[in-house]
T-cell receptor
Framework: DARVTQTPRHKVTEMGQEVTMRCQPI?????VFWYRQTMMQGLELLAY????????DSGMPKDRFSAEMPDATLATLKIQPSEPRDSAVYFC????????????FGPGTRLTVL | AQSVTQPDIHITVSEGASLELRCNYS??????LFWYVQSPGQGLQLLLK??????LVQGIKGFEAEFKRSQSSFNLRKPSVHWSDAAEYFC?????????????FGKGTKLSVKP
């Protein structure tokens, strides 16, 4: 049963610390998305990649957030330094990136910044 | 610009009653439309999708949705709700102008089910 995996599932950290979230997309999927979900803003697209290249990261605060795909099986989202307003659930999703726009979501990383 | 509106933030229905969740979209071309469901503490799961053809789409868990171009709507329905349907539901439209695969999500509708 192919699925997107994310680690860690929960992360509590202090303001100013670096946070790294990891995502393993479904094997064969060439498009990876990062979303942030909060009560106030709902589901926001932060960035997405096609064939490991960033296509759009306009939703991401550039000064503290960075997203990469070191290889086809790993996507990372880093926050440095973290702030309390970054507390949210971060979802990774993957897909085939063609006209069939279905995205498969991971279980999310719940981040709390104190 | 593409957008999705889910006018109902929270809906409560009795178990066994019928359900309709509303979704309106704004998109300049033929839309690709999706409904996702999110159970507490979980990621989003696809319920159904519309690309073309029959405007009434069947999905998993007994859900269906109808695409109405004239109303720019894609409402989700279920004839008889089960307690396990309590979750948050998201409508999304595919934004394919040169960046294939990007979805625009609505704010979601939270469904509560009364016994």
């Amino acid at each position: 049963d192919a699925r997107v995996t994310q680690t860690p599932r929960h992360k509590v950290t202090e303001m100013g610390q670096e946070v790294t979230m990891r995502c393993q997309p479904i094997l064969g999927h060439n498009t990876v998305f990062w979303y942030r979900q909060t009560m106030m803003q709902g589901l926001e697209l932060l960035a997405y990649f096609r064939n490991r290249a960033p296509l759009d990261d306009s939703g991401m605060p550039k000064d503290r957030f960075s997203a990469e795909m070191p290889d086809a099986t790993l996507a990372t989202l880093k926050i440095q330094p973290s702030e309390p307003r970054d507390s949210a659930v971060y979802f990774c999703a993957s897909g085939l990136g063609d006209r069939d726009g279905e995205q498969f979501f991971g279980p999310g990383t719940r981040l709390t910044v104190l | 610009a593409q957008s999705v509106t889910q006018p109902d933030i929270h809906i409560t229905v009795s178990e066994g009653a019928s359900l309709e969740l509303r979704c309106n979209y704004s998109y300049g071309a033929t839309p690709y439309l999706f409904w996702y469901v999110q159970s507490p503490g979980q990621g989003l799961q696809l319920l159904l999708k519309y690309f073309s053809g029959d405007t009434l789409v069947q999905g998993i868990k007994g859900f269906e949705a109808e695409f109405k171009r004239s109303q720019s709507s894609f409402n989700l329905r279920k004839p008889s709700v089960h307690w396990s349907d309590a979750a948050e539901y998201f409508c999304a439209v595919g934004a394919y102008g040169g960046s294939q695969g990007n979805l625009i999500f609505g704010k979601g509708t939270k469904l509560s089910v009364k016994p």
